[in-house]
C-alpha cells in the first residue's frame, strides 16, 4: 500500500466454525478477505489507537455448556493488512473469553474460566509487551463478559450461571462487591461515560424454550453505588448488550420455535430517558438465530448484529430502525453452527 493511499474502515466478524476473521469494507461492505487463526476464535476487542484488534480463543472445540479441551491464547491482528502480529499464550490460564481494554492503564482485561488458583479470574495484559502482568480473582467458576470504566478505576464481570456481577477495584486488584443476580446474566455494557452499566438477565437456557427461561429483563446499575435502579421487562431472553457512542442501548433477543430450536431473534433499541438510568423503547428490528454480538460505528448510525446460529451478520439503520443488509459469514445447520461470533469496526486510517 502506497504511502499516500487512506486505509478504509474496516468490518471483522469471527466465524468459529470456520476458524477464521473475515474481513469486509466498513462502508460498501465487499469482502476483503480471510484470515484463517488457531481454533474456534471468540470475542474481539478493537482497539483504533493502535490499530489492532485481540482475539480470544475460549475452547479447541465444543461450547460452554459442552466443552472440548479449553484454549488459553489471545491473538493479535493487524485488520487492515489482515495479518496475525503475534500470539499471547496465557498458559497456565484456560478459556480466555471476555475482552475489554484499559487505554489509560495501557492493559487488555481478559476473563479466564479458570487458572493455577483455580477459579474464574481477571487477567490484565501489557499492550506494549504483550505479557499479563496482574491476575484478580472474581469468585465465579466461569466468568465471561467484562467491562471496564472510561477512568479505569474499576471491571464488571459476568459469570452466566453466577448468581452476581462481580466488582472490581483495579487499583487495589480486588473484588469489592457482588451485585445480586439470582437468575444469572448474559452480556453487561457500559454507558459512554461509565455512570451505568446495563445488564441482560437471565441466564438463557438454549435447551428449552421461552417458558423454561427465567423472566428476561436489561437491569441499570448505578455504578457510584453500584445498585439496581432500573429494570426493563423483555419478551424473550436477552444475551448480547451495547451501548453505542451516543448512549442508545442495544439488546439482542433469543427465541425458540421449540425447545432448544432457535428461531429468528430480535434487536432492541432504548435510548436513555428523562429519570437518569431509565431507558425508553425505540425500535425492534428482526434479525437472525441467536443474536450473539452487537457493535456499532463510532457515529452510533449502524448496528452490526452476529447470529451464532444463522452464521449470518445483519446490519440496522439505527436512525430508522429499518434492517438494511445481511452478509453471510458462515452459515450451516442452525443446530450446530457457529457461524458468527465476536464482531469490530475500526474506523479508516492514515496512509501506511
Not at 145 to 174: C, H, M, N
Not at 204 to 229: F, S
Request: net charge negative; proline share 9%.
Amino acid at each position: 500500500m502506497s504511502a499516500a493511499t487512506t486505509r478504509r474502515p474496516v468490518l471483522a466478524v469471527v466465524t468459529s466454525t470456520g476458524q477464521a476473521l473475515r474481513f469486509f469494507d466498513g462502508h460498501s461492505y465487499e469482502p476483503l478477505g480471510d484470515l484463517p487463526v488457531a481454533a474456534q476464535p471468540h470475542e474481539i476487542a478493537a482497539d483504533p489507537e493502535r490499530g489492532l484488534l485481540y482475539v480470544s480463543h475460549t475452547y479447541r472445540s465444543g461450547v460452554y455448556t459442552a466443552p472440548g479441551a479449553k484454549a488459553h491464547e489471545i491473538s493479535v491482528i493487524d485488520p487492515y493488512r489482515r495479518d496475525l502480529v503475534d500470539v499471547i499464550p496465557l498458559e497456565p490460564e484456560q478459556a480466555p473469553h471476555g475482552l475489554a481494554l484499559d487505554h489509560r492503564g495501557g492493559l487488555l482485561y481478559v476473563t479466564v474460566e479458570a487458572g493455577p488458583a483455580g477459579g474464574g479470574a481477571l487477567v490484565g495484559i501489557d499492550t506494549t509487551t504483550r505479557k499479563p502482568v496482574r491476575r484478580i480473582e472474581v469468585s465465579t467458576r466461569g466468568p465471561h463478559w467484562v467491562v471496564v470504566t472510561p477512568d479505569g478505576t474499576k471491571a464488571y464481570t459476568a459469570g452466566k450461571e453466577a448468581p452476581f456481577i462481580s466488582v472490581i477495584e483495579l487499583e487495589r486488584g480486588q473484588l469489592t462487591r457482588q451485585i445480586p443476580m439470582p437468575y444469572g446474566t448474559e452480556e453487561l455494557a457500559l454507558s459512554p461515560d461509565g455512570r451505568f452499566a446495563y445488564v441482560a438477565a437471565a441466564m438463557i437456557d438454549y435447551t428449552g424454550g421461552d417458558d423454561d427461561q427465567h423472566p428476561a429483563c436489561l437491569k441499570t446499575i448505578d455504578t457510584e453505588r453500584d445498585l439496581i435502579v432500573h429494570t426493563v421487562p423483555l419478551d424473550h431472553p436477552a444475551s448480547p448488550v451495547h451501548v453505542t457512542a451516543d448512549g442508545q442501548v442495544l439488546t439482542g433477543l433469543v427465541r425458540f420455535s421449540a425447545p432448544g430450536v432457535p428461531a429468528d431473534g430480535l434487536l432492541k433499541t432504548f435510548q436513555p430517558g428523562t429519570e437518569p438510568g431509565v431507558l425508553s423503547h425505540r425500535f425492534t428490528t428482526e434479525v437472525g438465530k441467536v443474536p450473539l454480538t452487537i457493535r456499532t460505528t463510532p457515529d452510533s448510525s449502524r448496528a452490526f448484529v452476529a447470529n451464532l446460529r444463522s452464521g449470518t451478520l445483519d446490519i440496522v439503520d439505527l436512525t430508522t430502525g429499518a434492517h438494511t443488509r445481511r452478509l453471510d459469514i458462515d452459515p450451516g445447520d442452525p443446530a450446530h453452527v457457529q457461524g458468527a461470533h465476536g464482531i469490530a469496526y475500526l474506523p479508516p486510517r492514515g496512509p501506511s
